[in-house]
């Protein structure tokens, strides 16, 4: 499979408890991105890497969450002391440097309980 | 502040039905606008259109881009259930290559 793979699949943690999760792109796009889904409403951005380089970041990324691309390859969203308001579809998606057609992997449902 | 408007939020019909969805944008350095089939998992690719009246087909699904009017369409003819699904609709933005998605169209299509 040369999709988007992200894992975990699924995640229920406590609240206060920290959470990480990985993305790892298309072999060959250099950019990716992280964006976050709730329940009747469509993707919302949160950021954007261009190879090891995080370009932009939301509004929405509070101070408790941080996104990394050590090498290039592949990347982590960690959520530090999760609130139930943080329970949602977190995808991953990745495009080449000209950006056309961002293709998008299966997500990771984060419950927060 | 960009934004990305679809209707209807939702539409029931009926198989071999015809459906048409809107969407609607504005937003700033505008550079194409993407189609997205969603399932209860990950948006999949379905169209990018970035001319004006340039019709882009795929088997029974056809969409179009007015960017003199900020709209776009997605007709699916001979409805089947499964095209049941919402379907997002998404401006892409030109500098950073980011997407700004809409709510989505609820699709559900009755045997």
């Known amino acids: 499979d ?9 995640k229920i943690t406590k609240r206060g408890q920290n959470v990480t999760f990985r993305c790892d792109p298309i072999s060959e796009h250099n950019r990716l991105y992280w964006y976050r889904q709730t329940l009747g409403q469509g993707p919302e951005f949160l950021t954007y890497f261009q190879n090891e380089a995080q370009l932009e970041k939301s509004r929405l990324l509070s101070d408790r969450f941080s996104a990394e691309r050590p090498k290039g390859s592949f990347s982590t969203l960690e959520i530090q002391r999760t609130e139930q308001g943080d329970s949602a579809m977190y995808l991953c998606a990745s495009s080449h440097f000209s950006g056309n057609t961002i293709y998008f992997g299966e997500g990771s449902w984060l419950t927060v309980v | 502040e960009d934004k990305v408007v679809q209707s209807p939020l939702s539409l029931v019909v009926h198989e071999g039905d015809t459906v048409t969805l809107n969407c609607s ?8 606008l ?7 998992k990950a948006p999949t690719f379905l169209f990018m259109l970035t001319s004006s009246g340039i019709e882009k087909k795929s088997g029974r699904l056809s969409s179009i881009l007015d960017k003199k ?15 049941s699904a919402v379907y997002l609709c998404a401006a892409l933005l030109g500098s950073q290559g980011n997407l700004i998605f809409g709510k989505g169209t609820k699709l559900s299509v009755k045997p």
Do not use: C, M
């Not at chain 2, 944008?25 to 194409?32: A, C, D, K, P």
């Not at chain 2, 993407?34 to 209860?40: C, N, R, S, T």
């Not at chain 2, 009017?69 to 095209?83: H, K, M, P, V, Y």
């Open chain 1, 2 to 10: 040369t999709g988007v793979s992200q894992n975990p699949r699924h």
């Open chain 2, 25 to 32: 944008y504005e937003v700033t350095n505008f550079r194409s």
């Open chain 2, 34 to 40: 993407l189609w997205y089939k969603q399932e209860k």
């Open chain 2, 69 to 83: 009017e900020l709209f776009s369409i997605l007709n699916i003819t001979a409805t089947q259930t499964g095209d």
